[in-house]
């Protein structure tokens, strides 16, 4: 890897663990560039604003989820239902393992962000929205494929997906107020009652 691609990598993931593990307001530039031993300049030559720095950062932890656990979780050769649960237990072992080094867990970085931002800048709102949307459609194909199987009745898969989709961020919202993983494992597989008629 070069110097320039690692400079702006090192800033992508200084930047993310202190969005996450804290907020978008609370974390200067100039604690990033310490983070990531560069001077302002340099992230300047990579990022002309924090809101661009924070575009990236959505980018690549929606790439790093979507080709992580999301990926094993929504696995086509699962029966569509258990990726369901599959998510669940993924969800709560990395909120665990967070807070097991770090004492806190961290909830959702989308869902973090969207609660901070999304009444003040339409283009992280955007950006974020686009992240919901592509896990919506993981939970639509999954409904789709449940439904053709014959292992759940016809019910309407996209708002059904999206309320799926809701839930879940809501508990992952109301583990982290409690700094309790364990919400995730109690709440969490009432998800799969979730269901909306076709209209």
Not at 30 to 45: L, T, V
Not at 59 to 74: K, L, P, Q, T
Not at 173 to 193: C, H, W
Request: charged residues 30%.
């Amino acid at each position: 890897m070069n110097a320039r691609v690692d400079t702006k990598d090192r800033i992508i993931e200084v930047a993310k663990q202190r969005f996450h593990s804290r907020s978008y307001a609370d974390v200067g530039i100039k604690e990033i560039c310490d983070g990531a031993k560069i001077q302002k300049g340099s992230f300047y030559h990579f990022f002309p604003s924090k809101q661009d720095l924070v575009l990236a950062v959505i980018e690549e932890f929606a790439r790093d989820w979507a080709d992580g656990f999301v990926a094993e979780a929504f696995d086509p050769d699962l029966p569509p239902m258990e990726r369901i649960d599959t998510l669940l237990d993924a969800a709560y072992f990395w909120q665990k393992s967070v807070k097991d080094i770090h004492g806190r867990m961290p909830g959702c970085l989308f869902g973090n962000l969207a609660l901070e931002v999304s009444t003040q800048d339409d283009i992280l709102r955007a950006k974020l929205l686009a992240v919901f949307e592509q896990a919506k459609v993981r939970f639509r194909e999954t409904l789709e494929q449940a439904v053709a199987e014959g292992s759940i009745a016809a019910l309407d898969v996209e708002k059904t997906a999206e309320a799926m989709l809701a839930y879940l961020e809501g508990v992952i919202l109301l583990a982290k107020a409690q700094n309790d993983p364990e919400v995730i494992y109690q709440l969490g597989p009432a998800i799969k009652t979730i269901r909306i008629e076709k209209g």
